[in-house]
Nanobody, 121 residues
């Protein structure tokens, strides 16, 4: 599976962005998909995850109520809608695929290249 993230950019605080992650491979629809981010000078952290059908979603407390993860298996794409953005959301955002369905960080075997989101004050 190859993942290509896009949609990052510069936005003012309070604004919105939608990230996309396009996947290659016929098995995309069976994978748990996740979004992670790495703020400047910090470690990578979990943002959101979604199960194969889109029926179950999980969020970090810091983004709950502001971000929404979704997927379109027909398009092999997962999305992250980010609203009410804050300067502390500034980070490189990565999409990742977990073929095991465990949601464990170590099981995300496939990673996209990352897309930079910068939120200005």
């Amino acid at each position: 599976v190859q993942l290509q993230a896009s949609g990052g950019g510069l936005v003012q605080a309070g604004g919105s962005l939608r990230l996309s992650c396009a996947a290659s491979g016929r098995t995309f629809s069976s994978y748990v998909m996740g979004w992670f981010r790495q703020p400047p000078g910090k470690e990578r952290e979990f943002v959101a995850a979604i199960n194969w059908s889109g029926g179950s979603t999980y969020y970090a407390n810091s983004v709950k109520g502001r971000f929404t993860i979704s997927r379109d298996n027909a398009k092999n794409t997962v999305y992250l809608q980010m609203n009410s953005l804050k300067p502390e959301d500034t980070a490189v955002y990565y999409c990742a695929a977990d073929p095991t369905g465990s949601y464990a960080y170590s099981k995300y075997n496939y990673w996209g290249q990352g897309t930079l989101v910068t939120v200005s004050r």
